[in-house]
C-alpha cells in the first residue's frame, strides 16, 4: 500500500522487495516529484534513508547480528543467513514501512520494522579503521538534524532541515 499527499508519504515493502529494489533512490525521487525535497538535500537525505532501510531489514525483520561481520568467517556466515532468511517467508515477509512528513523547512521520516526491536546504546562507540560494521547509525546521526529511536527500538525518526520545501 502506498499513498502519496501534500506534505506526506507512505510507502510499505515487504522485506525481499526492500532489500532488492533502490527503495531510498525511488523514494528521494517521489520526494523531488512532490516538492518534499530541495536538489541540494537530496544526496544527504539518499545515504540516511538507505541506511536506516538497511538496518530495519538487516538486523530487524532479518534479525541478523552485526557482530558476525567481524571475521571473514564471519561475513560468510552472515551473507549465507541473510540468503537464507530473504527466502523464509517468516522473515521475507515482514514489511519495511516508510513515512515521510513536510512542513516549511523540515522534513521528518520514520522507517518502521517488524522485528524483535532493540535497546540502542546511549553513547555508539566510534568504529575503528578495522572495524567491519557499526558504521549506519553513526552515519544518520551525521547527516540528520535529529534521530530518535522509538518503539522498543523498531522505528527510526530522522529529521532535516532542507531547502524548497512546499506544503
Given amino acids: 500500500m502506498n499513498s502519496v499527499a501534500a506534505g506526506h508519504l507512505t510507502v510499505v515493502y515487504s522485506t525481499r522487495e526492500a532489500m532488492r529494489q533502490p527503495v531510498a533512490v525511488d523514494l528521494c525521487a517521489v ?84 522485528g524483535p526491536g532493540y535497546t540502542p546504546p546511549a553513547e555508539p562507540a566510534m568504529p575503528t579503521a578495522s572495524t567491519c560494521s557499526g558504521r549506519g547509525l553513526m552515519l544518520i546521526r551525521s547527516l540528520a538534524d535529529m534521530v530518535e529511536v522509538l518503539a522498543d527500538g523498531r522505528c527510526l525518526r530522522m529529521e532535516f532541515q532542507v531547502g524548497a520545501i512546499v506544503p
Avoid: K, M
Fill in 31 to 114: 520526494l523531488l516529484a512532490r516538492g518534499g525535497l530541495h536538489d541540494l538535500d537530496a544526496g544527504a537525505i539518499e545515504i540516511a534513508l538507505h541506511e536506516a532501510i538497511a538496518n530495519a531489514v538487516q538486523h530487524g525483520n532479518l534479525e541478523l547480528d552485526s557482530s558476525l561481520r567481524g571475521t571473514v568467517a564471519g561475513q560468510t556466515e552472515y551473507a549465507h543467513l541473510l540468503g537464507q532468511r530473504l527466502d523464509d517467508p517468516w522473515f521475507g515477509n515482514r514489511s519495511v514501512h516508510v513515512h515521510a512528513n513536510w512542513r516549511g523547512d523540515r522534513l521528518t521520516v520514520s522507517v518502521i520494522d517488524e
